[in-house]
Each structure stands twice: as structure tokens, then as C-alpha cells.
């Protein structure tokens, strides 16, 4: 890139830190318009109109940090996100945050006041150094730049240290840096259309070192001999499919852990993990990614007769509920294990069948409508066996939708080239609980499991995923989300798509029970009045999905049996749409 001086500070130093973010590989920026932040802004539009970056531009901050969360999630490089000062600056913590737990690059620029406007009740001004405590990689408070010798070069190091920081380069501890920089009036200048341009070098998509380490911890090998299980969480990937494939072991793998598929998958885990002949049998564990989704496995992890190893091949802090794991870069099984021994194969042997059994009889007792078609029938040769087949395939296609039922069609609708999206309610364990083995790209914010954010994170991972497609990647389907209605009402801000900003092929599946349904679960909902339930913890809620889909440019649709799903399921509409699913409570 090039940078010509304009004669004012604010807009130099702008030209400086964002024209370095490109040559190091920043291709999305996201911004949240404010007066104090408009010389980074104009900056950035001039980028955008030189095709130098992406800019996404969005009037809630808290959206805007989500949706870099999201774009660095599919691109694995960091997003920048732009804000004015004062409260826009608290309005990012919660994606800070997920950010900073789930280990993914971001880099956050904060406009400020300069020194003297600082504590003195300053309009829009706050102590913004440090907001985000040790949440951030690394940090900066930038003095207002003044125009002296130097700044620009100083900025372009800041760029260079954010980067390397966002990506745990050196630190194989990757996550958000904060940048807080003051600026002075006059704040900025009208960018001259020479000021930028694209560079004649080819692009890459980093100067920077990769983030490959094992953070100084060792790698393991696994003896043989010793009844063992994987156990996947979020993130943990196809490292974890494939260290179960090598040992013979039984996977027990989340939803959302990208390991979920393989001959060694266990679906019902939870059942088994309960079980003396499964899980009280286990005598050791390897432990991929951060597990959140069921109780029995922090259960099985404390238990004093269980070794416990995790592989944490980046980040501080590590999956040990026991506080007492063996912590490993990375693991191998010993060369002396043979996966194909006659003890292997019945164990693991064990844990498949039986897990095939569980899953089969819950279809079949609980939910009619997935359970397996009898082609016998179908293809009989007495009329009554065809005809009794046919009915039950008719009321099949008539069944209502069920949670399960809504997991498992999702899931069957999702392919390789798609991305699904599991926001943090019910339904993400209710498809935890049921969905078999395939290889598709999952992901859900369990960091923190929290329900803000989920549609901003799902649009960034859209929109990365079709830049990534138009760029010469891979092939870039349909996102699908599913959700529930508080977790959709909670990011509603989401759904605000601007002039010029592109649009994503999104689909957001809600289960909308009216409330969070979730919580009927816990163990005081059975002795707590239902009228102070339902008000604190249930929420209850009426609202119009369809003419919010319509205030905001959305295509809607209801469906309510199984029939009506598959067929909304299979062709979705071009562009953004909300698929309502009424479920009962």
C-alpha cells in the first residue's frame, strides 16, 4: 500500500495503521459510525473504494463485534473493528469476550478523547484503557498523534504487533488486542483520492508467522493397553476423529467439535458415560476442545480412577475440571497399540453398538417421525404391506415438528460446501443428543455459550465463506442457523443490513416456543411457583416474527410439519430469510 501525507494528524495516522493492517493481511473491517472515530472511517472508505479491504458497516456496536467474530472464525484472520468512544466501546466486551475464550483473532480500535479531555466529565469520554482487562492479548493507548516525525512509522509498528498478537504468533495464544487511540481536533481531513492505493505487489494473506506451536507443551504418547476414550468439545476438530481413528478408541464428540463423524463416533455418550459398564469402565480420557454441552462429561473428568489428558496445543487456559489433567501439545498412540486387536475392537466395538441401540429406540419411543422407513414393505408384493407403508410415510411427511425433528432435518440439509450455526439454547442439545457421524463445517460461540451475538456471528461467517468462494476457494453454500426465539430477539439489531452492504445467503431456522425453554429443565422448575418461573427465568414472549422479518427486508416463512420443513430446508430463498418454526413447550 501507499500513504500520502494529508497534513492533518488524525487522518495520517489513520492512513498509516490501516494501510499496514492490509499489507499484513486484514481484509475485513468492520465499523460503527461516531464523530471522534472519522478519521479512521474516511480511511477506510477510501480502502473499500481501491477493493484494498472489505467494510462492513453496522450502527450497533455489540453487532459489529460479532460479526468480526464471525468473519474471523471462517477466514482464520483477524477482523478490525472500528468504534467512536464512550459507551460504543463497552457495547464490544461481550464478543471481546467470546473472542478471548474461543482463541479467535480480533483487532479492536477504539477512538478516544486526547489527555486533556480526559476526567474532566467530558462529553462521550470514559476510561477506555484497559475496558477489557485480561481479555485482550495485548493493548495500546495511543497518544493523540500531533504530526511529529515518526508517527506514521509508529503506527505501522502497531499494526505489525496487534497482528502477530491477534494471531498468537509468538504467544500460540490467539485472541482480541485492543487499540485505543485519541484523537484531536481538527479530526480529520477529506482523503485524497491518490492517498490509496493498491499495492502492485500480489496480495498474500499474511506477513506474519503462521500459529502453529504447542506452547512449550510436550507431546504425549499414549501407552497401550489402558481403556480409553476421546472426547471432543468445540473446536476441538478433526484431530480428535483422527487420534480415536489411530487408537481404536470411542469418540465422544459434540456437536459443534468438527470431529463429529468417523467409525469410532459415539452419539448417545451421555447415556453410556452414566452407564457402570461404559463409563464406569474408563480408565483413561484425551481431551480436545472445551466439552459444554452435556454434564456427564465434567462428571467423568473428576473422578479421582480417571487419567485425564488435554490437548491444548494453544491458549492459556485449559479444559481441567478435575484440576488435576496432564497437559499436552499434542498426543500419539504407541506404536505397540494396535487398533485392530480383538481387546480393542470389543471396546470400542461396545461403546458403537450400543450407542446405535440407544439412538434407534429414543427415535422410535419418542419421536415416530424419524425413525427409519420400512423399505420391506415398500417394496412388498401384497398391496395391504405397500398401502400400510405409504400411510405411514403420509403421516410421516404430516407428523408436527418436533425439537429432534427439527435438529435432525437441519442436519440432514447441511453439506460439506454450507455452514450450520447452533445458537446456545435447547435445540443445540437436543441435536447433541440425536444427529449421527458427518463431516460438515459446525460452529457455535462456546466460549461462553452465551445467546447475544449468534446472527451477527452467522452473517460473518456467510460472508467470509462466499469472499472466500469468489476469491477461487472452495465452494461456498447456504449458512444455516438454528436458533431459538430469545436468542433471535436478542441479536434482532443483526438483521439491520444497510445500503451497500452485501447480503448474505443466510438462513435462520428459529424454534420459537414462545420463551426459553431451556430452563424448564433445571432441577428448581419442578418445585418453584410456574408463575415465577415462567416470569424471571421462562420470559415469555408474543412477538410478530414475520413483521419483524418484514421491517427489516427478511424473507419469512412458517412451517409447522415435516413436510413443509424438508421442502423449505432443501431450497432455501436466495439472500437472508427467517424460517419460523412454531414448537410447543
Known amino acids: 500500500m501507499h500513504d500520502a501525507p494529508t497534513g492533518n494528524p488524525a487522518t495520517d495516522y489513520s492512513l498509516a495503521l490501516l494501510t499496514e493492517f492490509v499489507r499484513l493481511g486484514v481484509r475485513d473491517v468492520v465499523l460503527s459510525p461516531g464523530s471522534r ?28 463485534g460479532f460479526l468480526a467474530l464471525g468473519l474471523a472464525i471462517e477466514s482464520g484472520r483477524p ?59 495485548c493493548e495500546a493507548d495511543v497518544e493523540a498523534p500531533h504530526g511529529a516525525p515518526g508517527e506514521p512509522e509508529r503506527a505501522r509498528e502497531l ?13 500460540g495464544n490467539p485472541g482480541p488486542v485492543h487499540l485505543n487511540v485519541a484523537f484531536r481536533e481538527p479530526l480529520s481531513v477529506a482523503v485524497p483520492p491518490d492517498a490509496v492505493r493498491a499495492s502492485s505487489v500480489p496480495y498474500a494473506p499474511a506477513v506474519v508467522p503462521d500459529a502453529v506451536t504447542v506452547a512449550g507443551r510436550p507431546v ?13 468439545g468445540a473446536g476441538a476438530g478433526p484431530e480428535a476423529e483422527a487420534l480415536a481413528r489411530d487408537g481404536g478408541w470411542p469418540l465422544l464428540a459434540e456437536v459443534s467439535s468438527g470431529a463429529r463423524f468417523g467409525p469410532n ?8 458415560l452414566g452407564d457402570d459398564d461404559f463409563g464406569g469402565r474408563i480408565d483413561r480420557a484425551i481431551v480436545f476442545g472445551h466439552p459444554t454441552l452435556s454434564r456427564e462429561v465434567p ?14 496445543p494453544r491458549g492459556a487456559e485449559v479444559y481441567d475440571p478435575g484440576r488435576r489433567a496432564t497437559i499436552a501439545g499434542a498426543v500419539v498412540a504407541s506404536p505397540e497399540h494396535d487398533p485392530d486387536s480383538r481387546e480393542a475392537r470389543a471396546w470400542t466395538g461396545s461403546w458403537v453398538f450400543a450407542s446405535r441401540a440407544l439412538r434407534e429406540e429414543r427415535e422410535r419411543a419418542s419421536d415416530p417421525g424419524l425413525a427409519v422407513p420400512d423399505l420391506e414393505r415398500a417394496m412388498s408384493s401384497d398391496p395391504v404391506e405397500r398401502g400400510a407403508f405409504a400411510r405411514a410415510e403420509l403421516a410421516a411427511v404430516r407428523a408436527p415438528i418436533t425439537r429432534p425433528m427439527l435438529a435432525e432435518a437441519l442436519w440432514r440439509f447441511t453439506w460439506p460446501y ?122 415469555p414472549q408474543h412477538v410478530d416474527i414475520a413483521a419483524l422479518a418484514a421491517a427489516y427486508g427478511w424473507h419469512h416463512r412458517v412451517v409447522r410439519t415435516r413436510g413443509e420443513l424438508d421442502r423449505a430446508l432443501s431450497a432455501p430463498p436466495a439472500g437472508p430469510s427467517i424460517l419460523e418454526v412454531p414448537l410447543d413447550r
Open 37 to 64: 472515530s472519522q478519521a479512521l472511517a474516511l480511511v477506510v472508505a477510501e480502502l473499500e473504494r481501491s477493493a484494498s479491504v472489505r467494510l462492513h458497516v453496522r450502527i450497533d456496536e455489540r453487532v459489529s
Open 79 to 137: 477482523a478490525v473493528v472500528i468504534t467512536t468512544s464512550g459507551t460504543a466501546t463497552a457495547n464490544l466486551h461481550p464478543a471481546v469476550l467470546e473472542a478471548h475464550h474461543s482463541m479467535v483473532p480480533m483487532i479492536v480500535i477504539t477512538a478516544d478523547r486526547p489527555t486533556e479531555l480526559r476526567g474532566i466529565r467530558s462529553n462521550q469520554t470514559t476510561v477506555q484503557p484497559g475496558l477489557f482487562g485480561g481479555a485482550v492479548r
Open 159 to 171: 499494526a505489525r504487533t496487534a497482528v502477530v498478537a491477534a494471531l498468537g504468533s509468538a504467544s
Open 220 to 232: 504425549i504418547e499414549l501407552p497401550a493397553g489402558i481403556r480409553t476414550v476421546v472426547i471432543a
Open 265 to 272: 463416533l459415539v452419539v448417545s455418550y451421555r447415556e453410556l
Open 299 to 312: 462428571a467423568l473428568l473428576i473422578g479421582d480412577a480417571i487419567e485425564t489428558i488435554v490437548v491444548a
Open 418 to 539: 454450507d455452514r450450520l450455526v447452533l445458537g446456545a439454547s435447547r435445540l443445540i442439545r437436543d441435536a447433541d443428543r440425536i444427529v449421527p457421524g458427518k463431516r460438515i463445517r459446525v460452529h457455535s460461540n462456546r466460549g461462553l455459550a452465551g445467546i447475544d451475538g449468534t446472527i451477527s456471528t452467522a452473517i460473518g461467517i456467510s460472508l467470509a465463506s462466499r469472499a472466500a468462494a469468489d476469491a477461487g476457494g472452495e465452494a461456498s453454500g447456504v449458512t444455516r442457523v438454528l436458533l431459538g426465539d430469545l436468542a433471535l430477539l436478542h441479536d434482532a439489531g443483526a438483521l439491520l443490513l444497510g445500503d451497500g452492504e452485501p447480503r448474505p445467503h443466510l438462513q435462520l431456522v428459529v424454534g420459537n416456543d414462545g420463551g426459553g425453554t431451556i430452563f424448564d429443565g433445571l432441577e428448581v422448575a419442578s418445585t418453584a411457583p410456574e408463575a415465577s418461573l415462567d416470569r424471571v427465568m421462562y420470559t
